[in-house]
């Protein structure tokens, strides 16, 4: 195993895009940002230098951070910020994992643009277990506001209402010709026929689940967060924001250029954003390089496509890539995600009442203090462990909305001990809108045992669930008014953040955090925290 160091300078730079251009945060003065590579087992420094005028942190999504959870990234969490002209060294090994992943901003919207990849090579000598391509490729998809971002989120604050929706999504930075700005161009694949090609696709938006289709190709599905799935074959990917997708795409077509579609997929009545990024698949030796082979994209709210995509990731489960789902049960817990409304007498246009979001009726209140450092130091008054492993209110989550939408604030942890199975079931509520959650838990990879529409069952669903091959992964998307059930062990001792990895959720307080204990033995317990962790 090696060390590799990167340097991250955090710098403003001015972007054209949608023919109109602002300046932008961003590592490196890249859009998307640098990408990360690693082998397996490899130690990974890289020193972020914040040169801008915001607090600064970045989050390296999916690296379990294993007894390093200083290194973890999420703002008021594990760390306070980087703040202008401050550096931090982020300083973790790559334990026991390799694939695709992604690294972002985790403080206010910057995620928006400072975000790119991480690639995780096999260590010597282990092959894929899939036919070795001849080419990788990283696609970066996210999302594109004329608007500064930052302004986007803060006038919804005020108002209490939700936020402008992006004027484009984009395909390694690059939206292709939209409507009001036909001159903007779109991200080239160039291919060889014969050739086998692996697509490392990364989900970076900020608020948007997406479906990417090529046209004239099936995908062979390999791998999802850094896990090998069992392959199989489909002509659309649904990835949802912080999730990341390896398909093999064999070029055996006949020459020509066709169609890249990158499109939202809501699971809502109302079509409020129905723009769909494209990019060109091109085999060399074809002269021009419009897309002359098109494809239609699925409908924004064509469920059925995205739940068939989900229902058939199984994981690899190999002698050489077991999958080890925990069998017993520790802590079971049963969380509702959702919207809710809270009074709010200044909110414009003064309907008296703002958006909010929950975990258990509970809307997260950042701390001051982070609360690994609050938690290391035992610093008292940041945080409460009562967290509550139930709803406070069970009702019909396919029916009738309660009366009272009222949700309660707090800066609540749910611990739990050492090396505990866990298993959490997410009930998605939709009371206000039917919206989907894709939850992301840090520190962990957690096995998806069970899903289904409706409310859950404690009683008939767990006989249903699948202890053999689950996908494994480190965001899940919750149905709405649906549930999935997830599982893992508790062997990463520190403050593991949980929330929905739609960035206007989490801002409106989908969020919450474990607090793992330290074991008894060796290498059980948290490390230390390096000197230049950011103070508060
Ligand atoms: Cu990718 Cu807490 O986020």
């Known amino acids: ?261 990158v499109s939202p997929f809501m699971d809502a009545p109302i079509a409020v954003d129905n723009i769909t990024a494209t990019a060109t698949l091109n085999y060399v030796g074809t002269l021009t390089n419009t897309p002359t082979i098109l494809t239609t994209p699925p409908l924004e709210n064509a469920t059925t496509v995205a739940t068939n995509f989900v229902n058939s990731l199984r994981s690899l489960n190999s002698k050489q890539f077991p999958a080890s789902v925990p069998r017993t049960v520790d802590y079971n817990l049963y969380f509702t995600v959702g919207l809710g409304l809270n009074p709010c007498p200044t909110c414009k246009p003064g309907n008296g009442s703002r958006v909010v979001a929950s975990i258990n009726n509970l809307t997260f209140t950042l701390p001051t203090t982070a609360l690994l450092q609050a938690h290391y130091f035992n610093i008292n008054g940041v945080f409460t462990t009562d967290f509550p492993a139930n709803p406070p209110y069970v009702f019909n989550y396919t029916g009738t909305p309660p009366s009272n939408l009222q949700t309660m604030n707090g800066t609540k942890v749910f611990r739990l001990a050492y090396n505990a199975n866990v298993q959490l079931v997410l009930q998605g509520t939709g009371i206000i809108a039917p919206e989907n959650h894709p939850i992301h838990l840090h520190g962990f990879s957690f096995y998806a045992v069970g899903r289904g529409p409706g409310n859950y069952n404690p009683m008939t669903d767990p006989m249903k669930f699948n202890l053999v091959d689950p996908i494994e992964r480190n965001t899940i998307g919750v149905p709405s008014g649906g549930w999935v059930a997830i599982r893992f062990r508790a062997d990463n001792p520190g403050v593991w953040f949980l929330h929905c990895h739609l960035e206007v959720h989490t801002t409106w307080g989908l969020k919450m955090a474990f607090l793992v204990d330290n074991g008894r033995g060796p290498n059980q317990s948290l490390l230390p925290p390096p000197i230049d962790l950011p103070k508060c």
Request: net charge neutral.
């Open 1 to 261: 195993s090696a060390v590799r160091q990167y340097k991250f300078d955090v710098v403003m730079k001015n972007a054209t895009m949608l023919c109109s251009t602002k300046p932008i945060v961003t590592v490196n003065g890249m859009f998307p940002g640098p990408t990360l590579y690693a082998v397996e087992d490899d130690t990974v420094l890289i020193n972020v230098v914040n040169h801008v005028n915001y607090n600064v942190t970045i989050h390296w999504h999916g690296i379990r951070q294993l007894r390093t959870g200083w290194a973890d990234g999420p703002a008021y969490i594990t760390q306070c910020p980087i703040t202008t002209g401050q550096s931090y060294i982020y300083n973790f090994t790559i334990t026991g994992q390799r694939g695709t992943l992604l690294w972002h901003a985790h403080i206010l919207w910057l995620r928006s643009t400072v975000h790119g990849a991480i690639v995780i090579l096999p260590k010597c000598c282990v092959p894929y277990p899939f036919p070795k391509p001849d080419k990788e490729v990283v696609v970066v998809l996210a999302e594109w506001w004329k608007s500064d971002t930052e302004d986007v989120i803060n006038e919804a604050i005020k108002s209490g209402l939700a936020p402008n929706v992006s004027d484009a999504h984009t395909i390694n930075g690059l939206p292709g010709p939209v409507s009001d700005c036909p001159s903007q161009g779109g991200f080239t694949l160039h291919v060889e026929k014969g050739k086998t090609y692996l697509l490392r696709l990364i989900n970076a938006a900020l608020n948007e689940e997406l479906f990417f289709k090529i046209a004239g190709h099936h995908l062979s599905i390999v791998e999802v967060d850094a896990t090998y799935v069992k392959p199989f074959k489909t002509d659309t990917v649904l990835i949802s924001p912080g999730q990341t997708t390896n398909v093999l795409l064999f070029a055996d077509q006949k020459q020509g250029n066709y169609l890249v579609t």
